[in-house]
C-alpha cells in the first residue's frame, strides 16, 4: 500500500486549500485501492487551540481592516525584493514536520498550502528528508513563501505562472505541469444555460459568506428582472438575516458540502457574481458558467483578480450601477459573450494535464506503481 500526505492549512477553516486536496484525494480513491490518501493540517497537529486562535483573528483581521492586511500580505508574501526567510517559524514547526514524516513514511507529499512547502524545501535541503514533494498552487499566482528550490513537481494554473517559476525561481521546465486549479470532478457542464427576460443568479461569498452581499441584495434584491440563490457558507448571520426578509426572489442557502449538489446548482443559473477565490472561479469555469466578481478580499484575492483581468476570464461589476442592467448587458451581448467563452476554453487548453485521470495516472508514476513510465513519455 503506497501512501500519500496532503498538507492544506488552517482545519477549521474550509478553504481552497483544503477542498484542492480534497479533490485530489478523490481523483485516487476512485481510481485505486493501492494507494492511501491522508490529510494533515501542520498547525493543528502542533496545537489545535492556535490553529482554532489563527484563523479567528485571520478573518477578523481581513474583515475589519482589510487595508492593512493586504498591506503586510504584500510586504511579506508578495514580490518581495529579496527571498525571505521565517527561522521563528522554521524553529517552532520543522521538527514537528519531521515528526509526521517520520512516522507516516509517505511515498509522496502533496502541498496545497505555501508553508508547508517551505518548510519541506528546507528539511530537504537539509537532508532530513528525501520523500518526493509536488505543489499544487491555489491561486493564479505564486507567493514568495512557496518552497521551490528543492520541490520535485509544480501543478500551476496557467502558462504565465509556469514562466514565473522558470525565470523568477529558477526551476527547470520538466518539473511544472500546468494543471488549472485541481477542483473536484463532479463539476461538469451539464446544460448551456440560455438568459430569459428574467435571470437566474448565484451570489456567493466564498465558504465564509464574505464580501459585499448584503449590500448587492439591498440594491438589487427587489429588482424582479433578477432571481437570486445566495450561498451563505458558514455566516449563519448572513443567512438568517436573508431568511428573515421573506424576500421572494431571493433564496439564502447554508453551506454546501456535495460537490453533486453544487454542480447542479450552477448548471441551473445564467451566471455567478463572486470574489476572485481560486477554487471557486475554477468551478465555475468547469461548469461553463460566466463570472462576476462583486469583491475581492485583501491580500490574496486582490491579486487573483488582477490576474483574471488581465486574461478576460471575469467580468468585474461597477459599483453605482444598476446590477440587472450590467448583467444583461454582458449576458445577452452575444459578441463580448463569443469572447469570453474564447478566453476560458484558452485557459482551459494549455493545460498539460486538464483531466482528473491525468492527473492521477501522473502521480501513480510518481509513487512507483508504474515505474515512471507515463512522466517520461509526456
Known amino acids: 500500500m503506497k501512501k500519500i500526505l496532503f498538507f492544506p492549512l488552517l482545519e477549521s477553516l474550509p478553504s481552497g486549500h483544503h477542498q484542492v486536496a480534497s479533490a485530489i484525494a478523490g481523483y485516487i480513491s476512485r481510481r485505486s485501492d493501492g494507494i492511501e490518501c491522508k490529510k494533515v493540517d501542520l498547525l493543528s497537529s502542533w496545537n489545535p487551540k492556535v490553529e482554532s486562535m489563527i484563523t479567528k483573528t485571520y478573518l477578523s483581521w481581513i474583515q475589519r481592516y482589510p487595508a492593512s492586511y493586504a498591506l503586510v500580505y504584500k510586504k511579506l508574501a508578495y514580490q518581495s525584493k529579496q527571498k525571505r526567510s521565517y527561522k521563528h517559524y522554521d524553529l517552532l514547526f520543522q521538527h514537528k514536520l519531521e515528526k509526521i514524516i517520520t512516522e507516516e513514511q509517505p511515498d509522496l507529499i502533496i502541498c496545497t498550502h505555501a508553508f508547508p512547502s517551505y518548510l519541506l524545501s528546507n528539511l530537504k535541503k537539509s537532508g532530513a528528508c528525501h520523500v518526493p514533494v509536488v505543489n499544487i498552487y491555489t491561486d493564479f499566482f505564486i507567493n514568495d513563501v512557496w518552497g521551490s528550490e528543492m520541490i520535485e513537481y509544480h501543478f500551476v494554473s496557467d502558462t504565465k505562472m509556469k514562466t514565473y517559476l522558470m525565470e523568477h525561481n529558477h526551476v527547470p521546465e520538466r518539473k511544472i505541469w500546468i494543471t488549472g486549479i485541481p477542483v473536484d470532478e463532479s463539476f461538469v457542464s451539464t446544460n448551456a444555460q440560455t438568459p430569459n427576460r428574467k435571470l437566474t443568479v448565484l451570489l456567493s461569498g466564498g465558504s465564509a459568506g464574505l464580501g459585499n452581499i448584503m449590500e448587492l441584495v439591498n440594491q438589487a434584491g427587489y429588482d424582479q428582472r433578477i432571481n437570486f440563490y445566495v450561498l451563505c457558507g458558514n455566516n449563519k448571520q448572513l443567512y438568517h438575516e436573508l431568511s428573515n426578509r421573506n424576500n421572494y426572489n431571493v433564496h439564502p442557502l447554508p453551506y454546501i458540502t456535495s460537490r453533486k449538489q453544487m454542480n447542479a446548482l450552477y448548471n441551473s443559473v445564467d451566471a455567478i457574481i463572486t470574489k476572485p477565490g481560486g477554487v471557486t472561479v475554477s468551478e465555475a469555469m468547469k461548469a461553463n458558467v460566466p463570472i462576476f466578481i462583486h469583491s475581492a478580499l485583501p491580500g490574496q484575492e486582490e491579486i487573483n483578480l488582477t490576474h483574471l483581468k488581465e486574461q478576460g476570464l471575469v467580468f468585474p461589476i461597477k459599483e453605482g450601477r444598476n446590477l440587472a442592467d450590467q448583467l444583461s448587458e454582458i449576458l445577452h451581448n452575444e459578441p463580448r459573450m463569443r469572447e469570453y467563452k474564447r478566453c476560458v476554453a484558452q485557459y482551459l487548453n494549455t493545460q498539460d ?21 507515463l512522466i517520461e513519455t509526456l
Open 353 to 373: 494535464l486538464s483531466k482528473p485521470e491525468d492527473i492521477f495516472h501522473f502521480i501513480e508514476d510518481i509513487v512507483g506503481v508504474n515505474n515512471g513510465k
